[in-house]
C-alpha cells in the first residue's frame, strides 16, 4: 500500500467506529487479491455468475438497488483459500471477514461499474476506491 493510501486510510479511520475501521482494513487486502485474481475483477464477477449469483453481481453492476449476498454465498464462491488470504491480509477472522465483504464487495463493483463505459477494468484503482469507499463508510 503507498504512503498515499496509507495516510488515506488513517485519516478516514478517525472519523469511524470499530466496525468501519475493520472493513476500512479489508478494503485494501480485497483491491490486492482482486487485482491478481485470474482476469481481475471481471474474472471475479464471472465467477460469481457461474456460482449461481449472476442476478446478485448484475444488481451491483447496474444503476439503483444493489441486491444482497449472504456470507454463506460468499464463501462457496469465494472459496477458503482466498477469504483465508483476506483475513491474513487484514488481520480480520474469517468470519469478520465474510460479513464485512456482504457490504464492501457490491460497493466496490458498483463504484467500478459506475462510469459510461460498462467495462471492466485490467486493475482496479487502488487510491480512488479507497478514497470513495471509505468515504461511503464514514457517512454510514
Known amino acids: 500500500m503507498s504512503l498515499f493510501n496509507s495516510v488515506l486510510s488513517a485519516a478516514a479511520s478517525m472519523a469511524m467506529g470499530k466496525e468501519q475501521k475493520e472493513q476500512a482494513s ?29 442476478a446478485i453481481v448484475a444488481s451491483w453492476m447496474g444503476q439503483g438497488q444493489n441486491l444482497p449476498v449472504e456470507p454463506n454465498q460468499l464463501e462457496q464462491v469465494l472459496g477458503a483459500e482466498m477469504v483465508s488470504d483476506l483475513a491474513e491480509k487484514s488481520g480480520l477472522d474469517q468470519s ?20 459510461a463505459d460498462d467495462s471492466a477494468p485490467a486493475q482496479l484503482d487502488t487510491g480512488t476506491l479507497l478514497s470513495s469507499v471509505l468515504g461511503m463508510l464514514t457517512k454510514k
Open 26 to 54: 479489508l478494503l485494501p487486502a480485497l483491491i490486492q487479491v482482486v487485482n491478481q485474481y485470474p482476469g481481475g475483477i471481471g474474472g471475479l464477477l464471472e465467477t460469481f455468475k457461474q456460482g449461481g449469483l449472476g
Open 96 to 115: 469478520s471477514v465474510l460479513g464485512y465483504l456482504t457490504t464492501l464487495l457490491p460497493l466496490v463493483v458498483d463504484k467500478v461499474f459506475s462510469s
